[in-house]
């Protein structure tokens, strides 16, 4: 019944690995987001998605790769993780158009030692 | 870049209080959403809000939408422990990309 999954729910893993993070949402929605909330809680958009085509692509670095296979599914991967790169990512859904919010998932957090 | 001023930070009050939070900008959002989070989990939706002076209430939680469109409050009437968290507001920008401008946060502990 989860509205919407990440997987997995934490990673810890060395400096310069490749690491991967999944998200699915079953709400039917249209648009998908990557989110990276940092030690302070504050909330940054990294990529939008709406119907697998990307509409948002903040300054992220170019080692952060989003992938939307349909429009249920957005993940993300990221090459040569970095020190700076542990935080907590979210994923989240809305439907397109409308003033609706967002359904976010309970969050990865990835440590990078 | 658009900013999202979001007051106080921290909040700890006794059980039975009551409490504002604000959020203002100089920008006008198309919409302006309240979310809180629990540690260890995302933050979820308690409230959006769309036209200029309008008013929700949900149980003792009630939200504002500034007549501009540029701010809002949520006040909390005789706070539990059970609304110790993290609230957060979010301004959707107008135009197409419709991005959500988010504030900083307030933490909130309620104590028995």
């Known amino acids: 019944d989860t509205a919407v999954s990440q997987t997995p729910k934490y990673l810890v893993t060395q400096m310069g690995n490749d690491k991967s993070i999944k998200c699915e949402q079953n709400l039917g929605h249209d648009t998908m987001y990557w989110y990276k909330q940092d030690s302070k809680k504050f909330l940054k958009i990294m990529f939008s998605?709406?119907?697998?085509?990307?509409?948002i692509n903040e300054t992220v670095p170019n080692r952060f790769s989003p992938k939307s296979p349909d429009k249920a599914h957005l993940n993300l991967h990221i090459n040569s993780l970095e020190l700076g790169d542990s935080a907590v990512y979210f994923c989240?859904?809305?439907?397109?158009?409308?003033?609706?919010?967002?359904?976010f998932g309970s969050g990865t957090r990835l440590t990078v030692v | 870049t658009q900013l999202l001023e979001q007051s106080p930070q921290f909040l700890s009050i006794q059980e039975g209080e009551n409490l504002t939070v604000y959020c203002n900008s100089s920008?006008?959002?198309?919409?302006l959403q309240w979310y809180r989070q629990e540690p260890g989990e995302g933050p979820v939706l308690l409230v959006t809000v769309v036209t200029g002076g309008e008013v929700k209430k949900l149980k003792r939680l009630t939200f504002q939408f500034g007549d501009a469109r540029k701010d809002s409050s949520l006040h909390i009437t005789a706070a539990q422990p059970g609304d110790t968290g993290l609230y957060l507001c979010?301004?959707?920008?107008?135009?197409?990309?419709?991005?959500?401008?988010w504030g900083l946060g307030t933490s909130l502990a309620v104590n028995p």
């Open positions: 920008s006008v959002f198309s919409s």
């Open positions: 998605y709406n119907n697998k085509e990307l509409i």
């Open positions: 989240a859904s809305r439907p397109s158009g409308g003033n609706y919010g967002y359904t």
């Open positions: 979010a301004g959707e920008e107008t135009g197409n990309n419709r991005k959500l401008i």
